[in-house]
């Protein structure tokens, strides 16, 4: 199992950059994917950027070329950097945790953290 815990949201004016961060419980070399979602009001809950234990990295169309996944095996962290933010962005944003086996597939999630962005 892996216990994920984010950190660094808040609210931030349109344009404006947040950093948020998940702290994993366990080394993150052995977590086969590592992901942020956000979930809006009244919306389902969506992907915006994943990367893998091989560093690839996948982003959501609304985000490309404004955030950026990273991880720091070091510290078992991976980070999102938010820069050009939109109101769109508003979101609780949820770090996850994918573990597959050859029999299994687990995923973990943090707890969320609010990102508001005002116009």
């Known amino acids: 199992q892996v216990q994920l815990v984010e950190s660094g949201g808040g609210l931030v004016q349109a344009g404006g950059s947040l950093r948020l961060s998940c702290a994993a419980s366990?080394?993150?070399?052995?977590?086969?994917?590592m992901g942020w979602y956000r979930r809006a009001p009244g919306k389902q809950r969506e992907l915006v950027a994943s990367i893998t234990n091989g560093g690839t990295t996948n982003y959501a169309d609304s985000v490309k070329g404004r955030f950026t996944i990273s991880r720091d095996n070091a510290k078992d962290t991976v980070f999102l950097q938010m820069n050009n933010l939109k109101p769109e962005d508003t979101a609780v944003y949820y770090c996850?945790?994918?573990?597959?086996?050859?029999?299994?597939?687990?995923?973990?999630w943090g707890q969320g953290t609010q990102v508001t962005v005002s116009s």
């Open positions: 366990r080394r993150i070399v052995s977590i086969d994917v």
């Open positions: 996850s945790a994918r573990i597959a086996t050859l029999r299994t597939i687990e995923d973990y």
